[in-house]
């Protein structure tokens, strides 16, 4: 065994300095790697945490299970809503609904590929018995049933999306009071009376229209030298006939709930069905049509 000399002495050894010299570099080397390491992983960990539950507040929509495995991202929902389904149907429409309104983005889990999610929640709806109104075979599809309609996006590669929205009954938070019907009775000629609600091709009143028509009672019974058109309008959907006929007997139902319910003189009224002739609005759009589909009051 060969005792290398200490202190100053060391340096008479042959080859020793190089020696020394290499040692010290290593472990120089060694030493810095364990730092830029031990830093590292902590710092990697921070940047990109692995997300082990689902975002705060949200939770899995009752009508679709979650794939095994998935954790929930990110959540909307919102108690009145509208979104618009696209390229539904062999026409590739789009179709605005509103309604109840749900929103989930899942993380898939690893090692399951976007093909495999979506044809597990595509089989899912299929076996549930939901009508395919877009079905692209890349991970987007739109399904509907009832007043429920949900589209899926599975083309992100780690996630997918749901849209969820429960089609609710239009309803009118908003009516013009007496007063500003009357501005538009001697304004314009005529008005538009929102809130006088039916249900599709039907003539009776629904019962959410009382708001409205005690507007309109209490306008005319306080003016009882007006005399006013109850005049029913329809969009252009379906056939002519058929559309002057709703419209009129829509017009005529108004004119007996304002006479026998609300006190209005008869000899004020007279109901009239202008169906299709006086649209407001283009009928190409479900927009449009809903404002084509109204009761106006005509100053005779």
Same mark, same amino acid.
């Given at each position: 065994?060969?005792?290398l ?8 050894v ?111 709806f ?7 109104l ?14 429920t ?60 229209? =009382? ?22 309008h ?10 002057? =006929? ?37 009928? =190409? ?16």
């Amino acid at each position: 065994m060969v005792i290398l000399p200490a202190g100053k002495f060391w340096k008479q050894v042959p080859g020793f300095k190089k020696l020394h010299e290499e040692r010290t570099m290593k472990a120089r080397r060694t030493l810095l790697l364990s730092l830029v390491v031990s830093l590292a992983v902590p710092f990697a960990a921070h940047i990109c945490p692995a997300q082990t539950k689902d975002a705060a507040g949200c939770k899995d929509s009752p009508l679709v299970a979650r794939y095994p495995g998935s954790i929930i991202e990110e959540c909307d929902d919102k108690a009145d809503n509208s979104y618009t389904f696209t390229d539904l149907g062999d026409k590739h429409e789009d179709k605005p609904i509103e309604g109840e309104y749900h929103y989930v983005e899942y993380d898939e889990p690893d090692g399951v590929s976007p093909a495999q999610v979506n044809r597990n929640l595509v089989t899912a709806f299929k076996t549930a018995g939901y009508t395919f109104l877009k079905n692209n075979g890349n991970g987007q599809f739109t399904v509907h049933m009832g007043k429920t309609w949900i589209e899926g996006d599975v083309t992100n590669g780690n996630n997918y999306k749901l849209h969820i929205v429960i089609e609710t009954a239009l309803t009118q938070a908003v009516v013009a009071n007496a007063a500003a019907l009357s501005t538009g009775i001697n304004g314009a000629g005529h008005v538009v009376v929102n809130g006088i609600l039916f249900d599709t091709a039907k003539a009776d009143v629904k019962p959410e229209s =009382d708001p409205a028509l005690q507007e309109v009672a209490k306008l005319l019974k306080g003016n009882p030298a007006l005399k006013v058109y109850v005049v029913g309008h329809t969009d252009n959907v379906g056939g002519l006939a058929a559309n002057i =006929d709703l419209s009129r007997r829509r017009a005529a139902a108004v004119v007996l709930l304002l006479t026998a319910k609300y006190g209005v003189s008869a000899a004020q009224l007279q109901s009239y069905g202008d169906g299709p002739y006086a649209p407001v609005a283009s009928n =190409d759009s479900d927009d449009g049509r809903a404002l084509n589909r109204r009761v106006e009051l005509v100053k005779q």
